[in-house]
């Protein structure tokens, strides 16, 4: 009986969660072009668009934290939120479905979305931004490689 209670209160014990590096380079996360660069106090991420697949990947390994129309990303449609570690998130925004739930861990490289015109926007295509602590950062401050580099299946 002791055995079954000890079992028990281990089984119950939350799991911490695992503490990540921040990243130190991300995968391009769209097949496509910039069409509006980051601009500091401007514009608070990268736009890609021309798309050459609607397939949408995380530009780096992590967990999804938020999914969907959220509260506080008014104008940004659905979303996708991923905790990269080190402080920085990666937020994708206007898509138009998604794949992942909140929770998830992610590959840099695995599809999490398809891009959309969700939210404010005048086309098809995905805003991505690169956070530290919760303020957008020019993403290309990291090298960034490129998606053909990965096998990957669309």
Known sequence: ML??????TVATVPVPAVKRLAPTALVWPAQ??????FVQGGH???DIG???????????PGRVTLVGER????????????????QYTNLYAHLSRFTVRSGDEVAAGQ????????GWCTGTHLHFELRFRGTPVDPRR????NLSRLSRRD
């Open 44 to 46: 608070p991420g990268i």
């Open 32 to 37: 496509g072009t910039i069409t509006t660069p």
């Open 142 to 145: 990291l090298p960034i490689r």
């Open 3 to 8: 055995a079954l209670l000890v079992a028990i």
């Open 71 to 86: 509260r506080g990303f008014e104008g940004y449609g659905r979303i996708v939120l991923i905790d990269v570690g080190g």
């Open 111 to 118: 599809p999490i979305g398809v891009a959309g015109c969700t």
């Open 50 to 60: 021309i798309l050459r697949s609607l397939t949408i990947r995380a530009a780096a």
